[in-house]
Every structure is written in structure tokens, then in C-alpha cells.
């Protein structure tokens, strides 16, 4: 069982909102990312990390930012929410040698 | 950059057959292959991974082979049962740029097994 955590699991906010998506993992793994899940199923990478004060874009454009100043954190922003916002938002870490482990989500809705 | 092609999207079986999930890669280079199962409401969670310098993993009902010269690997499980019913990727880990590699995920297959 992979010890990694999003908060909150579900939102449901306004449009214009600015709003945090909490990752946090216990296993000490430097390397952290954030996909994008849409209704299809499709996973897109949108952010990633190597390790504390590292991270880059993904694949896929996003109008989020993130941030890695601990080991174990790392939050994804919205600083104006807009429908088009709306998704499934999944955290991973990379362990040794080259498991991904994902956390459960957050369902993201923006009216 | 790399390019993972899944079939079929979606796949239904009755309870007790089998189910193949067939994925291509491009990059020669990738050397690592995990399969996800995503049930809903859920992340996803590793269920087998198979490495470039093996040509088949087994673990109890499921099991991967790996074609490197086709650039192809399935993932096969057998006696189905309605709790193998989810959503499922396989992956090839792909250059990343300096030491670090990513994974590039296939679009899914949604598995229903029908009792």
C-alpha cells in the first residue's frame, strides 16, 4: 500500500476561485508528479519534480503552478479557477528503482 | 518523444474468460513496462511491470510478455472475475532528460467482466 495522500478529495467551487491541491507522500521519494485525468481516461502529465526547489511542466498545458520546498509536498495551484478547470487531478512519487505510485485523486469541479 | 498505443479502449468478457490488453511503444530505447489498474473512484495501482530484458512475468491470474524487437507487450489475465472489472494502462518509461526517466501511459482499456 503506498503511503501518499491528496486533499481534498472532492471540490466543488466558483469560477474566479484561487485553490490549493494538497499531495503529500511518507516514503522520502524525490521524485514527484501530477497528472490530469479527463472523462476519457487519459492520463496527462502536467507538472513534475526531481526533488526540493526542482520542478517542470509536463506534456500537457496547464495554467496551474506548483511548488516542492519539502521532500514530502508538493501542492498544485489554481489562481483563477474556470470551468475549464474541471477534472480528475492524481499525485504520484517515483520510488526505487522505477515504481510510480498514484495517490486516490481530486475530483475538481468549477462552476 | 514516445508514443504508447492501447487496445482495445474497452473490452468486455464474460466471468471465467480471458482478457488481453495490448499496448506498442516507439522509443526502442524504453526498457521498463508497468500495467496500472484503476478501479473507480481510485488512483491507480501497479498491478505487474516487466523489464526489457525479460520476455514474459507472471503473477496468479495476470501475466506480461514482452515482444522488444515488435515493440509490443500484453497484459493477459485469465479465469476473469466481476472484481477484475476497472480501468486499466499500461506504461513505458521513457527519457526524461538527465538521470531521470518518466512514464508515458497508454489511453486505457475499461475491462467489464459480466457474471
Known amino acids: 500500500e503506498a503511503d501518499i495522500y491528496q486533499t481534498p478529495r472532492y471540490l466543488v467551487i466558483g469560477t474566479g476561485k484561487k485553490i490549493t491541491l494538497e499531495c503529500s507522500q511518507t516514503?522520502?521519494?524525490?521524485?514527484m508528479y501530477w497528472y490530469q485525468q479527463d472523462p476519457g481516461m487519459e492520463l496527462h502529465l502536467i507538472h513534475y519534480?526531481?526533488?526540493?526547489?526542482?520542478?517542470e511542466k509536463g506534456d500537457l498545458s496547464s495554467e496551474s503552478t506548483v511548488s516542492r520546498i519539502r521532500t514530502e509536498h508538493f501542492p498544485l495551484t489554481l489562481e483563477s479557477a474556470r470551468p475549464s478547470h474541471t477534472s480528475q487531478y492524481l499525485c504520484?512519487?517515483?520510488?526505487?528503482?522505477?515504481?510510480?505510485?498514484f495517490g486516490p485523486g481530486t475530483r475538481l469541479t468549477v462552476l | 518523444g514516445e508514443n504508447v498505443e492501447q487496445h482495445p479502449s474497452t473490452l468486455s468478457v464474460q466471468e471465467g474468460d480471458s482478457a488481453v490488453i495490448k499496448c506498442t511503444y516507439s522509443?526502442?530505447?524504453?526498457?521498463?513496462f508497468p500495467w496500472y489498474k484503476q478501479e473507480l473512484g481510485k488512483g491507480p495501482q501497479l498491478i505487474i511491470d516487466?523489464?526489457?530484458n525479460v520476455g514474459e512475468k507472471k503473477d496468479q491470474r495476470i501475466a506480461v510478455t514482452l515482444n522488444k524487437t515488435a515493440k509490443h507487450f500484453s497484459l493477459h489475465i485469465t479465469e476473469t472475475q466481476p472484481e477484475d472489472s476497472a480501468v486499466y494502462f499500461c506504461a513505458a518509461r521513457t527519457w526524461g532528460g538527465g538521470s531521470n526517466y518518466k512514464l508515458t501511459f497508454g489511453k486505457g482499456t475499461l475491462l467489464t467482466v459480466n457474471p
Open positions: 516487466i523489464r526489457s
Open positions: 504520484a512519487s517515483r520510488g526505487r528503482p522505477d515504481t510510480q505510485y
Open positions: 522509443d526502442s530505447a524504453s526498457n521498463y
Open positions: 519534480s526531481y526533488g526540493v526547489n526542482s520542478t
Open positions: 516514503m522520502g521519494h524525490d521524485k
